[in-house]
């Protein structure tokens, strides 16, 4: 069964036209698979990766000897009157010399690299050499072509194979002289089904629907229970469940976790994203739209918030808040990360080698490398408040009920006693008149100034249309803004600085800070007010409020003009919210002309403005900083009978609002008009236009190495970007998913494949490079990368392909001659058994004991992990154990703490969201066979199951069943009978005995009241409930209840 | 012979069981079989994963240490007032260093023309060697000729998460296997009834977290195991309540007859490796509350270390970690985070010392007065050092601290091959620069494997096509002239 034709190879003609790159190739395939001969890509090419291009390969840095073995033209340079090789003449060729060399100055690979070829690698590069030294592609980089579908003609088999899915798979292990097991049984097969669809064994009543359902077809059909079973793989597919399921694979992909990582490892929330996860896989989202709104969503146009929220991908990576840290450094560091990242998820490279160097192996140099980074490195990293309707409602409806309980506040003016309650409105009018005469004497007439010039350090000051400026870009822990005035008038007494809140800003500013101090802080270390470089004394300094943060330290506008920089004016607390800084010069500024204003900011953190106004007055009375909201004052420098109905109204209001005497009932009107905190999703947002953050080339890797400045680009063995649109993250996004990119089908389709078949068909799924694995069935994969894209990305439709396929249905019984031919099962003649993923070992166990609560969404939960889980995490986190149903929910929802994931998810290899994981283990270990038997998640479960069991009517037999029926799917076999009731016996014997008490076996879980042990039970009805939770406590630990079979 | 023939010839499932006991007559030890069958099943196919991830591995060539115990001293304690005395610096106390030995270093917290604090402590000579120590270490200067001073160690990093996770997996940034994960995958376990890779802490949560003790890309099953202060020591260990040892007992008999008859079933060896692991938990939750029953130890013992049993405590770790070597435990962390002294160096190094000296002294000679030192290597340290400079910043209510410091620390080691009673390496009057041997964290790693017969260079895994190793891809070699 050869696939391929022959090789059609002229050398010369490959000479003329290869100069791509510097790699050299025809296409990926074509000469590629004569069993008799060596070929390039499957055997020469790892010879070569494996023991040579370390030192001659494409990296020129560390290239030996000015040879390069990697390309044709590299390995057929005149070496001065010699060759590495000369194709067609094995004994002319230098290279074959060196690798079987007995000198070891003459050896290659060089003795202190310890490696040496065997004589089968030398053979097989002579043979290669003398059938010509073809060169390929390496074949992961040529896009995938639909492959003729094998023809299987060995009657045994005939009827055997349900898709083209088989056929491959059938030709392929024939050849190894194998031969597929038979289907697995009816139960095994729902189970298998569910477990890998949505994550969770059937119900007792979902199996036996499904059972007679497929029992039905296969009697009526002949045998054939094909509608049966392809409706229940549709009906999975519709579960919502199955979101969850898929969810979890791609999290692990995402390094999503609940927490910043790094030393503080503070919450996040991130759990919007994870959401959104759920619900595009539910959807069946087309995985080219996948992958657009998640690397770009924010650049679509008129992008959704869900669309933004999409854009968390990339927002996973850690945040480092230790104290002093460079913040700009770790910036770096997590953009290491997302190119990281996104060639492993999408591309299946290994592209973080070529951070500090051109990659070893694969075309990737250190330049494209930064190339790629300068495409994701143009965002900012906002956070993105979710308001929803609801909560629109809600707030709608809290300033409702404000203004009812405003429009009462006059009656509770309190009066002196005895007084007339009649008189009230008389004495609150005079107090407001007062009030007015009070606040408008100390009101000035700002003129609010439009900087013609506002620049800094590093951050984008962009005016907005109010005169006001906002603050975008990066932030360091030492930030100096400058602000030019051209033409201010003369007289100039005093400058206002108003910091005002922003939808845009961290918890809606007045700051910028996002990390290790808290969101929307600012510290204003100096101000200062130049003419002509001339720094203007200032006589004293107010504000409308100060509060410090960190440390016992006083904070005030006058610390903000006392040249030194650590003391300063911060507004603590209340973010949100607009204040104000008021700073009067010792001299007024006699002439009308230029102005200067400075601010410095900063911390051990950073701690910039993110928005502010800056206004003078020419009041020779100078001025003080207010509380009064800036309409007010305005309304104020008006006369009262000028005012609208509505200024009086806004004026009475706030008179109300801040009159000593109302206090109290005004604090609950206060609380009413503030904005209800909602979650806020971390998104990335293209910077604009005018703004860009360049991109260098990092000696070394080396955050402090900038060297060469870059632009968006992909590597050159990869379709380049299309000339007619801008190179940004958007365009790279969609190259990605374009249907001539060689890697993203295939390493999606083989990751899918993985997931259901234990092992992908390339076995190293985070490398489809040079020195990845090569497929074990090429064929077979570019058929499935494919069908993929032409079935519309559609995830859904890959897996309905895949576990209807009879390959899949095979059961998973191996025969000592399976084992001694395939140990790994390469070539598929069963089914891979594979412990579940951890998050199912703790799923299957509360789905079985009917405590699972299978709500979906929303903020990570809680359930119980074992005393001082969390001890070595930094600070001593706390883990506040969930009670009521939070406590029973699917695993995907547990709260994932970077430094301190979930103790029993760690043990059964779940990843900690610090990096991007391509490929989970399955590991088998001590640490597991414990938290099965001793962790209060399984006993809460084996108890709840012991109690439901006890009730069961029909005996033991039948109690039995019941138990197999919901852990295993299955009835159990008569020797697993016979062992079940011998254990309940001797456990019986001994609660009768009083060698063990029901009552502590009973009293671990603080579960739902109703499930608790009723006390009126007599003694031998708690010590059923014990034998039960005892005997579902085995069957929670067995290797077949966390397995898919 | 062909175990799997074998096997299979006696796959029965009463057969299966009466070769478990048969065969196997050590203790619970019938499991071994299960071990056997998993190891030499494990099929000879080159990508095979190991069956048995911890059998013992010969190591490269012959090394003294057998075991090594990691005495990580995080938040980094300063050498310039604890080992490397400086009379430069009383000389300069208040006045800035010259901008010449700063250069363009950025720091922490302070800037860079904060002014020279002087030593917090007096400094008194110690053992043959006149080993010079700050007056807090009083202990330490009992083994001063044990121990091996490098005052000429030096960092990448300088955040204390990313200098830890430097410190233990060559990389600063979480993802790398950690040091004692590459031995243990290096070398295997010497005893099956302990992980082979233990963690313990005292002091306050630590900053690098997990990943000090990650696999990292090596397979799990080389991850850390912690041993806790709270609750059990070993996640799960106890039966939980009203489960008496012989339920517990009856019930893993219970889950192997049945795990048995599936594997009769199927066939998956990994049934079997399943097996296995439920007997080797059970061997544990009788071993590790051997291991941490002191009840058997001296008053004598427990004097030395100044520990008392019932209370977790640094000295009580150590006193651990000697049992734990005693029991073939194969690599112990023990970290005791909270040196980082930016403000009050006096108050924090004097409590931390407290915590420390007698512990870490006790371990060193308890070790030798075992016939062990020679075969356990004891390192004591942190992830980097600290600032000549004083650290003063009123916002923050700090003073007379000191600011991280990546260029130049001090470390001991002890045992397992290493000179006792020497002092390597040397900074310049400032304690500033190294001015002599400097040991970047990669050689010191190099050097702890060499001590354990491994070659940093040849101890590599493949993971995503390239060779990775513990000690980057820069070349580095062990420090030779420590060792004895």
């Known amino acids: ?1045 | 012979m062909n175990c799997q023939a074998h096997w299979m010839r006696h796959r029965g499932a009463a057969a299966s069981r009466r070769w478990f006991l048969g065969q196997c007559s050590v203790g619970v030890g019938r499991i071994a079989l299960a071990t056997l069958l998993a190891e030499q099943c494990a099929l000879a196919a080159d990508d095979a994963p190991r069956r048995d991830p911890f059998a013992p591995r010969p190591p490269h060539f012959a090394g003294r240490a057998k075991a090594v115990i990691h005495l990580f001293m995080a938040g980094a304690p300063s050498q310039l007032d604890l080992f490397d005395y400086k009379p430069a610096l009383v000389a300069h106390d208040g006045k800035p260093l010259p901008a010449s030995i700063i250069g363009d270093q950025r720091y922490a917290f302070i800037r860079p023309d904060a002014a020279v604090m002087a030593p917090r402590f007096a400094f008194t000579r110690h053992g043959q060697c006149g080993l010079e120590l700050g007056e807090v270490l009083p202990q330490l200067g009992q083994v001063a000729d044990d121990i091996c001073v490098v005052k000429s160690v030096t960092t990448d990093q300088f955040n204390h998460a990313p200098a830890q996770i430097f410190f233990n997996t060559g990389f600063s940034q979480p993802g790398r296997p950690s040091i004692g994960s590459w031995v243990t995958y290096a070398l295997g376990a010497e005893s099956r009834d302990l992980p082979a890779f233990v963690v313990m802490s005292t002091g306050a949560g630590i900053s690098g977290g997990t990943a000090n003790w990650s696999s990292g890309f090596l397979p799990t099953v080389y991850t850390g195991v912690r041993l806790r202060n709270q609750g059990d020591p070993i996640l799960n260990l106890a039966n939980p309540a009203g489960v008496d040892d012989a339920l517990q007992r009856d019930t893993i008999d219970l889950v192997r007859e049945l795990n048995e008859q599936q594997l009769t079933q199927l066939g998956d060896p990994e049934i079997a490796t399943r097996i296995n692991s439920y007997e080797m938990a059970y061997r544990l939750q009788r071993s590790a509350p051997e291991l941490m029953d002191l009840g058997s130890e001296t008053q004598e013992t427990l004097d030395l270390y100044g520990c008392d049993p019932a209370t977790p405590s640094f000295a009580r770790a150590c006193l651990i970690a000697r049992r734990m070597v005693e029991r073939g435990v194969r690599f112990i962390n023990i970290y005791h985070e909270g040196w980082d002294a930016h403000s009050d160096v006096v108050g924090n190094h004097t409590n931390n010392c407290r915590a420390t000296d007698r512990g870490s002294a006790a371990l060193v000679q308890d070790l030798r007065r075992r016939g062990l030192l020679d075969s356990t290597l004891v390192i004591w340290g942190g992830e980097f050092g600290r600032t000549p400079m004083v650290e003063t910043n009123p916002a923050l209510g700090r003073s007379l601290g000191r600011d991280h410091h990546p260029q130049a620390f001090t470390m001991w080691l002890a045992g397992g091959g290493v000179r006792g009673g020497m002092t390597y390496g040397a900074t310049d009057d400032f304690g500033f620069h190294i001015v002599e041997h400097p040991v970047p964290v990669a050689d010191l790693q190099a050097t702890i494997l060499h001590c354990l017969g491994l070659d940093h260079r040849r101890l590599t895994f493949k993971f995503r096509g390239l060779d990775f190793r513990l000690t980057g891809v820069e070349e580095h070699q062990p420090v030779l002239a420590l060792l004895a």
């Not at chain 1, 330049?367 to 707030?395: G, I, S």
């Not at chain 1, 009656?411 to 309650?421: I, V």
């Not at chain 1, 609380?671 to 947002?685: D, H, M, N, S």
């Not at chain 1, 090429?778 to 079935?791: K, N, S, T």
């Open chain 1, 1 to 1045: 069964m050869v696939l391929s034709k022959p090789c059609s190879f002229h050398l010369p003609w490959c000479l003329a036209v290869w100069v791509v790159w510097g790699t050299t190739w025809c296409a990926a395939g074509a000469s590629d698979d004569r069993p008799d001969r060596p070929s390039f890509n499957r055997d020469v090419r790892p010879i070569l990766a494996a023991n040579c291009l370390a030192c001659h390969g494409p990296d020129d840095n560390a290239r030996e000897a000015d040879l390069r073995l990697d390309t044709v033209q590299g390995a057929t340079a005149d070496l001065g009157g010699y060759q590495a090789i000369v194709p067609g003449d094995p004994e002319a060729s230098e290279l074959l010399r060196r690798v079987a060399s007995d000198d070891d100055d003459e050896r290659m690979p060089p003795p202190e690299s310890n490696k040496t070829l065997t004589a089968a690698e030398r053979e097989t590069l002579r043979q290669w050499i003398a059938d010509g030294a073809a060169y390929a592609q390496h074949w992961a980089f040529v896009a995938p072509q639909r492959p003729a579908v094998p023809e299987v003609d060995d009657p045994r088999f005939a009827g055997w194979s349900r898709t083209a899915v088989d056929r491959f798979i059938l030709e392929r292990m024939l050849r190894e002289g194998l031969t597929p097991n038979p289907e697995a049984d009816v139960d095994t097969l729902i189970r298998r089904l569910f477990l890998d669809l949505i994550g969770l064994p059937p119900t007792v009543e979902e199996a036996q629907s499904w059972r007679l359902r497929l029992r039905e077809a296969q009697a009526t059909e002949g045998g054939v229970m094909e509608e049966g079973y392809q409706q229940l793989v549709d009906h999975l597919l519709g579960s919502p469940h199955y979101g969850e399921r898929w969810a979890r694979k791609w999290l692990d992909l995402a390094r999503y976790a609940d927490t910043n990582g790094y030393e503080k490892d503070r919450p996040r929330t991130m759990w919007p994203y994870r959401d959104w996860v759920i619900r595009a896989l539910n959807a069946d989202m087309p995985f080219d739209e996948f992958t657009i709104q998640q690397l770009a969503g924010d650049m679509l146009p008129d992008a959704t918030t869900d669309q933004l929220i999409a854009t968390g991908f990339h927002r996973n990576t850690m945040l480092n808040e230790e104290g002093g840290i460079d913040p700009l450094e770790f910036r770096f560091y997590a953009m290491t990360d997302r190119v990281a990242t996104t060639a492993t998820t999408w591309m299946g490279l290994t592209m973080g080698c070529a951070q500090c160097h051109t990659h070893k192996y694969d075309p990737i140099t250190h330049r494209e490398y930064y190339q790629v980074m300068a495409l994701l490195n143009n965002a900012d990293e906002p956070d993105l408040e979710l308001w929803d309707a609801a909560e629109e409602q809600v707030y709608q409806r809290q300033r409702e009920e404000a203004a009812d309980l405003l429009a009462q506040l006059p009656q509770q003016w309190p009066l002196p006693d005895g007084a007339n309650p009649a008189d009230r409105h008389d004495v609150v009018q005079r107090a407001f008149e007062a009030w007015v005469a009070r606040e408008r004497a100390a009101t000035r007439q700002w003129i609010e100034l439009c900087p013609d010039r506002a620049t800094s350090n590093l951050p984008l000051l962009t005016v907005q249309a109010d005169q006001s400026v906002f603050v975008s870009g990066d932030i360091t822990k030492d930030d100096t803004y400058e602000l030019d005035f051209t033409d201010v008038p003369a007289g100039i007494t005093a400058v206002r600085l108003e910091v005002l809140p922003d939808a845009r800003l961290p918890a809606r500013g007045p700051g910028l800070t996002y990390f290790e101090g808290p969101k929307g802080d600012f510290f204003l270390g100096e101000f200062r007010v130049l003419r002509e470089d001339q720094t203007l004394p200032i006589s004293r300094a107010t504000e409308s409020y100060a509060k410090n943060h960190f440390g016992a330290l006083p904070v005030s506008a006058q610390l903000a003009t006392d040249g030194d920089p650590q003391t300063g004016w911060s507004c603590a607390d209340r973010y949100g919210e607009p204040h104000q800084a008021v700073f009067v010069l010792q001299e007024p500024l006699a002439a009308a002309g230029p102005l200067r204003v400075t601010m410095r900011f900063g911390r051990h953190f950073p701690a910039s403005l993110g928005r502010f106004r800056l206004a003078v007055t020419t009041d020779p009375r100078g001025a003080e900083a207010r509380s009064l909201p800036r309409e007010v004052e305005q309304v104020l420098t008006v006369e009262d009978r000028h005012w609208t109905a509505a200024q009086r109204d806004q004026v009475w209001e706030t008179f109300l609002l801040s009159a000593p005497e109302l206090k109290e009932p005004a604090a609950r009107i206060h609380a009413l008009l503030r904005r209800p905190t909602v979650p806020a999703a971390l998104i990335l947002r293209e910077r604009p236009p005018e703004h860009p953050r360049p991109t260098h080339v990092h000696r070394r890797g080396e955050f402090l190495q900038a060297t060469e400045e870059v632009t968006g680009g992909v590597p050159a063995f990869l379709p380049p970007l299309p000339a007619d649109t801008p190179h940004n993250r958007l365009a790279f996004a969609r190259a990605l998913v374009s249907p001539d990119h060689p890697l993203t089908a295939r390493v999606q389709v083989n990751r899918h494949w993985a997931a259901l078949f234990g092992r992908g068909l390339v076995r190293t799924e985070g490398d489809f490079g040079v020195q990845g694995e090569p497929p074990t069935h090429p064929e077979l994969l570019d058929y499935l990368a494919v069908e993929f894209i032409e079935r519309g990305w559609s995830v859904k439709q890959l897996h309905r392909l895949l576990v209807c396929s009879a390959t899949y249905r095979q059961s998973a019984q191996v025969t000592p001659d399976q084992l001694a031919r395939d140990p790994q099962n390469r070539w598929l003649s069963r089914f891979s058994r594979v412990r579940v993923d951890a998050e199912l070992v703790r799923d299957i166990a509360l789905r079985a004991s009917g405590l699972l609560v299978p709500t979906l969404y929303g903020p990570p939960v809680y359930p119980p992990q074992p005393e001082g889980a969390t001890e070595t995490a930094y600070g001593g986190a706390e883990w506040p154990t969930s009670s009521g149903p939070d406590r029973y929910r699917r695993g995907i929802y547990t709260f994932l703490k970077r430094t301190a994931p979930y103790a029993m998810y760690n043990t059964f290899d779940a990843p900690s969201g610090e990096v991007c994981l391509a490929q989970r283990e399955a590991s088998n270990t001590p640490l597991q066979s414990l938290a099965l038997l001793n962790d209060a998640v399984f006993l809460e479960a084996a108890e709840h199951l012991g109690m439901q069991l006890a009730q069961v009517a029909g005996g033991d037999e039948e109690r039995v069943r019941q138990l197999f029926q919901r852990c295993l799917t299955r009835d159990p076999r008569p020797a697993e009978l016979t062992s079940m009731r011998a254990f309940a016996a001797r456990q019986r014997a001994r609660l009768a005995a009083g060698e063990l008490a029901a009552g502590p076996l009973l009293a671990t879980r603080p579960g739902p009241a109703e499930n608790a042990p009723d006390p009126a039970l007599n003694t031998q009805a708690l010590g059923e409930q014990a034998v039960w939770t005892m005997l579902a406590r085995v069957v929670l630990n067995l290797d077949e209840t966390i397995t898919r079979n």
